[in-house]
């Protein structure tokens, strides 16, 4: 049966997100049970002129993998993944696995070690990204095992995800473009400003945004979006914060996580559950250490913890930070094989203040 949401959100993420031309090369990678989402998008590229090319995954693969790669696969990095890191125009990622814990049983030095040999070619696509030279977008399709993950039905997830991206409404590209709007007066005023001092119940946090860009998340690279972020100056973080949420990576929930932060290293690190896991990954290397990313949520749509990182980050009330890799074209220098996002609910007794003038009460933008 035809689900006119299906159809919008796929001609959200053509024509809005990436915004594709006529002769674009369009890189379409979707999981194999994203197959009706792919359809769409591959019809909507074609309609706009794009050139599209179509890649499946799947996450019983991606376990085989890490199960059985030798120490010079894991390393290897393929001559295909390079050239479409420096030729493709746009790029749109639809995530639909098929277990989310798939890989929970793998060992983290595998990927620890391909995460590393990858880590050229997503330095590639980061920087064409932040020229211009490149536009992309990650979603997801609603699929039995993320709605399990939610604790909904597939059907109450659905109607979750289609009103989070707005593709249930008549123009879901105008609602985008509001939401650009409101952001947008966010992201000015936080222009040339340096000091920012998070302070709440879960969060004593100290960091410099000076000579550093905000960036308005507005559907461009997320779908759903909807937050602000940087990149802080690197050896700025002074503080502790401890996470609202679980944060999962690679199949794992690592949960109740606190880092200590000094000279914007993390020099504590603790978790309830899979602490090993958590330490692991912040020993990748040099970068894993340091914040890439200091965000606040706007999607006020999205209320509720899904275990879903693209929708949680947004949560309207939250914030959230990244260990490791940076964006460019917010100024950051950070640089890692791993981006990992933590997130703290502020809804309740907490602020933000930018160079002491309060900017963020309990979940809201205060601002004028």
Same mark, same amino acid.
């Given at each position: ?38 359809e769409r998008v591959y019809a909507h590229v074609l309609q706009a002129g ?38 493709? $125009? ?42 211009? =030279? !490149? ?15 939610? $604790?909904?039905?597939? =059907? ?26 409101? %952001? ?17 119940? !879960? ?79 912040? $020993? ?17 749509? *999205? %209320? ?10 947004? *949560?309207?009330?939250?914030? !959230? ?17 791993? !981006? ?21 009460? $309990? ?6």
């Amino acid at each position: 049966m035809f689900d006119a949401r299906v159809d919008g959100l796929a001609r959200l993420l053509v024509n809005y997100c990436v915004a594709t031309r006529p002769g674009d090369w369009v890189l379409i990678r979707g999981d194999l049970a994203a197959q009706p989402l792919v359809e769409r998008v591959y019809a909507h590229v074609l309609q706009a002129g794009g050139q599209p090319t179509v890649l499946y995954g799947d996450d019983r693969l991606e376990e085989a993998f890490y199960r059985t790669a030798s120490p010079e696969q894991l390393r290897w990095l393929s001559p295909a993944d390079e050239l479409l890191a420096a030729r493709v $125009d746009a790029r749109i990622v639809i995530r639909a696995p098929s277990n989310t814990r798939a890989l929970t049983g793998v060992d983290p030095g595998a990927q620890r070690l391909h995460q590393l040999a990858q880590k050229p070619v997503l330095d590639r696509y980061r920087k064409r990204a932040a020229t211009g =030279a !490149h536009r992309w977008v990650v979603t997801n399709y609603p699929c039995p095992a993320l709605a399990q993950e939610a $604790d909904l039905s597939l =059907a109450a997830f659905e109607e979750f995800v289609y009103a989070a991206t707005y593709a249930d409404q008549p123009d879901p590209m105008a609602a985008w473009q509001a939401v650009h709007d409101r %952001q947008q007066r966010l992201v000015e005023w936080l222009a040339g400003k340096s000091d920012v001092a998070v302070r709440g119940p !879960h969060v004593d946090l100290r960091l410099s945004i000076a000579g550093r860009t905000f960036i308005n998340s507005d559907g461009k690279r997320n779908m759903p979006s909807g937050e602000i972020f940087t990149g802080p100056v690197e050896d700025s973080v002074e503080g502790w914060i401890r996470f609202s949420y679980p944060a999962l990576r690679g199949g794992r929930e690592v949960d109740g996580v606190e880092l200590v932060f000094a000279q914007g290293r993390v020099v504590e690190a603790k978790a309830s559950k899979n602490e090993a896991y958590l330490l692991s990954q912040l $020993d990748s290397d040099a970068g894993a250490r340091y914040l890439g990313e200091f965000a606040v949520g706007t999607n006020y749509q *999205i %209320q509720r913890f899904t275990k879903n990182i693209l929708y949680d980050e947004k *949560i309207g009330g939250t914030l !959230h930070v990244a260990l490791g890799a940076g964006y460019p074209e917010t100024g950051s220098r950070n640089e890692s094989s791993i !981006h990992w996002d933590f997130i703290c609910d502020m809804r309740t007794d907490s602020e933000i203040r930018v160079d002491g003038e309060l900017f963020y009460k $309990d979940g809201q933008f205060v601002i004028a």
